[in-house]
């Protein structure tokens, strides 16, 4: 039996794997907004604690655990620094022992982003394949590659698919620069351009949908749902994200000739099948060897790709 966390911005997500990697329990906690590494922590305790109720095993059973986390992550000592979308992180802390203690087994850390590319290559839509590219479709749209059946992370940045270039001086990221595949198709930037359409007396039933649901961002959920009702704007801004995916991810197809390309994420992840095949065909037109194209696939493990992934963080000697 081993567990897996994937510690997000705004929830952790926990599961237990009996010794055939098939999940039997899980639970789902929000990450705390105030306080500081303790507090978050323990809260990352309480949620595995859930998933081992919920697979009806004691805490104990546990062999291991393995955790994602972001910010810059330091999986040899276990240290955790820079993690600025989590409270009070200012600090550099060791959460792998402060997170062994509470759980009463050993943890190891990874990035967040690469296990759950890690989880989708050795358990999910990557089984089979020697070389993949993950597109996580969210907030932002993050990447990870695996070349000849291994993680390439170049000097320790690289698979940062959401700021390839796609439109000269185009629109701003995120991240400050211009042009790049995420100033389109990151839901972060989507909400930023569907607001100022509305500045301008543009029409949307989105942020009424928002409102109805008593939320303050518009997450996965409220695209699907104005999708859904034809909503004229969601349907102007998601075509436009599909566009600049499909140029983007054409291009990395262009440069690695990858096998498997996975598309996943929040926005990826609900949206599902329909979106990934309007994502496959955007990306036709530039593929520099379009008859023989990768094969373009949803997330199979959804959700609890980042989690799943986090338990092949657990060395098998320490299973039992
Ligand atoms: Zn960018």
Same mark, same amino acid.
């Given at each position: 039996?081993?567990?897996?966390?994937?510690?997000?911005?705004?929830?952790?997500?926990?599961?237990?794997?009996?010794?055939?990697?098939?999940?039997?329990?899980?639970?789902?906690?929000?990450?705390?907004?105030?306080?500081?590494?303790?507090?978050?922590?323990?809260?990352?305790?309480?949620?595995?604690?859930?998933?081992?109720?919920?697979?009806?095993?004691?805490?104990?059973?546990?062999?291991?655990?393995?955790?994602?986390?972001?910010?810059?992550?330091?999986?040899?000592?276990?240290?955790?620094?820079?993690?600025?979308?989590?409270?009070?992180?200012?600090?550099?802390?060791?959460?792998?022992?402060?997170?062994?203690?509470?759980?009463?087994?050993?943890?190891?850390?990874?990035?967040?982003?690469?296990?759950?590319?890690?989880?989708?290559?050795?358990?999910?839509?990557?089984?089979?394949?020697?070389?993949?590219?993950?597109?996580?479709?969210?907030? $932002?749209? $993050?990447?990870?590659?695996?070349?000849?059946?291994?993680?390439?992370?170049?000097?320790?940045?690289?698979?940062?698919?959401?700021? #390839?270039?796609?439109?000269?001086?185009?629109?701003?990221?995120?991240?400050?620069?211009?042009?790049?595949?995420?100033?389109?198709?990151?839901?972060?930037?989507?909400?930023?351009?569907?607001?100022?359409?509305?500045?301008?007396?543009?029409?949307?039933?989105?942020?009424?949908?928002?409102?109805?649901?008593?939320?303050?961002?518009?997450?996965?959920?409220?695209?699907?749902?104005?999708?859904?009702?034809?909503?004229?704007?969601?349907?102007?801004? #998601?075509?436009?994200?599909?566009?600049?995916?499909?140029?983007?991810?054409?291009?990395?197809?262009?440069?690695?000739?990858?096998?498997?390309?996975?598309?996943?994420?929040?926005?990826?992840?609900?949206?599902?099948?329909?979106?990934?095949?309007?994502?496959?065909?955007?990306?036709?037109?530039?593929?520099?060897?379009?008859?023989?194209?990768?094969?373009?696939?949803?997330?199979?493990? $959804?959700?609890?790709?980042?989690?799943?992934?986090?338990?092949?963080?657990?060395?098998?000697?320490?299973?039992?």
């Amino acid at each position: 039996m081993k567990g897996g966390i994937d510690l997000g911005g705004t929830k952790v997500q926990a599961v237990v794997l009996d010794d055939r990697s098939k999940v039997v329990g899980q639970a789902k906690r929000s990450t705390p907004t105030e306080g500081g590494p303790t507090d978050v922590i323990a809260e990352m305790a309480g949620t595995i604690a859930d998933a081992c109720v919920d697979a009806g095993v004691d805490s104990s059973a546990l062999t291991g655990l393995g955790v994602g986390s972001p910010g810059a992550v330091d999986g040899d000592s276990g240290i955790v620094t820079e993690a600025r979308n989590l409270p009070g992180w200012d600090e550099p802390f060791p959460m792998a022992a402060a997170l062994s203690e509470l759980v009463h087994c050993p943890v190891r850390l990874g990035n967040d982003v690469q296990v759950a590319v890690d989880g989708e290559f050795v358990l999910g839509a990557g089984r089979g394949s020697r070389s993949l590219l993950a597109v996580w479709w969210g907030t $932002g749209v $993050g990447g990870g590659i695996i070349l000849d059946g291994k993680p390439w992370i170049g000097r320790g940045a690289g698979g940062e698919i959401g700021h #390839i270039v796609i439109k000269l001086g185009g629109a701003r990221c995120p991240c400050g620069r211009r042009g790049c595949m995420e100033a389109y198709a990151g839901r972060a930037a989507m909400e930023t351009k569907a607001r100022k359409l509305v500045k301008q007396g543009k029409r949307t039933n989105l942020f009424r949908i928002m409102k109805n649901r008593e939320r303050t961002r518009l997450t996965s959920g409220i695209w699907y749902r104005a999708l859904d009702q034809k909503d004229a704007m969601a349907e102007k801004l #998601i075509d436009r994200a599909i566009a600049a995916l499909g140029a983007g991810v054409a291009s990395v197809v262009n440069v690695l000739d990858v096998e498997t390309v996975v598309i996943g994420g929040g926005l990826g992840t609900r949206l599902g099948e329909p979106y990934v095949r309007r994502i496959e065909k955007a990306m036709r037109p530039h593929l520099f060897v379009p008859e023989r194209p990768p094969n373009v696939v949803p997330a199979a493990l $959804g959700d609890l790709s980042g989690a799943i992934g986090a338990t092949l963080l657990v060395p098998p000697t320490l299973l039992q």
